[in-house]
């Protein structure tokens, strides 16, 4: 079970989802098999899509830890703000 979105409500919809915890998900899993599972998804975009952060790039220039470019448009206002509020509740 996976999820690709930017939007914070939506990550933390999944984990609740799966009754897990997001501080126990296995990033070395995610590192080993990010890549073939984009490229078997049926959707164009992902399958091309870019890994990026840490987990991916021994020279990351970002925060991120794991994270997937698309090159799909999206407005991150709405979606940072709900992560400001995520982060004032800890």
């Not at 939506?10 to 098999?33: G, M, P, R, T, W």
């Amino acid at each position: 079970l996976g999820l690709i979105s930017s939007h914070p409500a939506a990550c933390n919809a999944l984990v609740k989802y799966a009754s897990a915890n997001i501080k126990d998900i296995e990033l070395d899993f995610i590192h080993q098999h990010a890549k073939g599972i984009l490229a078997s998804s049926p959707i164009t975009y992902l399958q091309a899509a870019q890994l990026r952060g840490s987990l991916f790039q021994d020279s990351s220039t970002s925060d991120a830890i794991s994270s997937v470019f698309t090159e799909f448009y999206i407005d991150h206002t709405g979606p940072l703000a709900v992560l400001e509020q995520y982060k004032k509740k800890g």
